[in-house]
C-alpha cells in the first residue's frame, strides 16, 4: 500500500474517532448535565377535589397517569410509606420515580427520594418531612416519572400534614 494512501487512511480513522467522542460526549452531556434531565417535561392534570391521603388519587396527561398513595394523616418526623403507580407506560419504559415535597413560596429544603420498584407498575418509599418553621401544613407531594425515551412527566399533588408542623 502505498504510503499517502496509508496516511489518508490513518487522518480519516482519527476523525473519525474523534467525531464518535465528540457525539458521546454530547449525548452524555444531555443525558446526565442539563438541568431539566434533558427531557421534555409533561406536567399531568391534577382532578379536582384529588387528595392523595384519601385512598390516592390520580393525576394525567398525555395517555400517562400517575397516581399516589399517602396515609391518611401524615405528620412531620414521622416515617410513612408513599406508593405510586404509573400507567400508560409499562416498567421497562419508565427509568426512575422520583419525588420531593414543596411548600408554594417557601423553601423546605431538600426533600427528595427516590422510590423503588415494588411490584409492576408500582413503586414505593419510606418519605419523612420536616417541621415547617412557619407551622404551616400545606405541603406539595411533586412525584416525577423519566420515561426510557427521555421524557419527564410531572404531577404536583397538594396534601396536608396533621399534628405538629
Ligand atoms: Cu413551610
Redesign the pocket.
Same mark, same amino acid.
Given at each position: 500500500m502505498p504510503t499517502r494512501t496509508a496516511n489518508l487512511l490513518l487522518a480519516a480513522a482519527a476523525l473519525a474517532v474523534l467525531v464518535g467522542v465528540m457525539l458521546a460526549g454530547q449525548w452524555l452531556g444531555s443525558r446526565y448535565l442539563s438541568p431539566n434531565d434533558g427531557g421534555e417535561r409533561v406536567v399531568l392534570t391534577i382532578p379536582a377535589g384529588c387528595t392523595a391521603t384519601e385512598g390516592g388519587c390520580e393525576a394525567e396527561g398525555e395517555g400517562v397517569g400517575i397516581q399516589l398513595a399517602l396515609p391518611a394523616e401524615p405528620s412531620a418526623l414521622t416515617p410513612f410509606p408513599v406508593r405510586v403507580r404509573v400507567r400508560g407506560l409499562t416498567p421497562d419504559q419508565v427509568a426512575w420515580v422520583r419525588m420531593e415535597f414543596e &411548600?408554594v413560596g &417557601?423553601d &423546605?429544603g431538600l426533600n427528595r427520594l427516590t422510590l423503588e420498584p415494588r411490584e409492576p407498575g408500582m413503586w414505593a418509599a419510606a418519605a419523612t418531612l420536616p417541621v415547617?418553621?412557619?407551622g404551616?401544613s400545606d405541603w406539595i407531594a411533586r412525584v416525577t416519572v423519566r420515561g426510557a425515551a427521555g421524557q419527564i412527566y410531572q404531577a404536583d399533588f397538594p396534601f396536608s400534614t396533621t399534628g405538629p408542623g
Amino acid at each position: 500500500m502505498p504510503t499517502r494512501t496509508a496516511n489518508l487512511l490513518l487522518a480519516a480513522a482519527a476523525l473519525a474517532v474523534l467525531v464518535g467522542v465528540m457525539l458521546a460526549g454530547q449525548w452524555l452531556g444531555s443525558r446526565y448535565l442539563s438541568p431539566n434531565d434533558g427531557g421534555e417535561r409533561v406536567v399531568l392534570t391534577i382532578p379536582a377535589g384529588c387528595t392523595a391521603t384519601e385512598g390516592g388519587c390520580e393525576a394525567e396527561g398525555e395517555g400517562v397517569g400517575i397516581q399516589l398513595a399517602l396515609p391518611a394523616e401524615p405528620s412531620a418526623l414521622t416515617p410513612f410509606p408513599v406508593r405510586v403507580r404509573v400507567r400508560g407506560l409499562t416498567p421497562d419504559q419508565v427509568a426512575w420515580v422520583r419525588m420531593e415535597f414543596e &411548600m408554594v413560596g &417557601m423553601d &423546605m429544603g431538600l426533600n427528595r427520594l427516590t422510590l423503588e420498584p415494588r411490584e409492576p407498575g408500582m413503586w414505593a418509599a419510606a418519605a419523612t418531612l420536616p417541621v415547617c418553621v412557619a407551622g404551616r401544613s400545606d405541603w406539595i407531594a411533586r412525584v416525577t416519572v423519566r420515561g426510557a425515551a427521555g421524557q419527564i412527566y410531572q404531577a404536583d399533588f397538594p396534601f396536608s400534614t396533621t399534628g405538629p408542623g
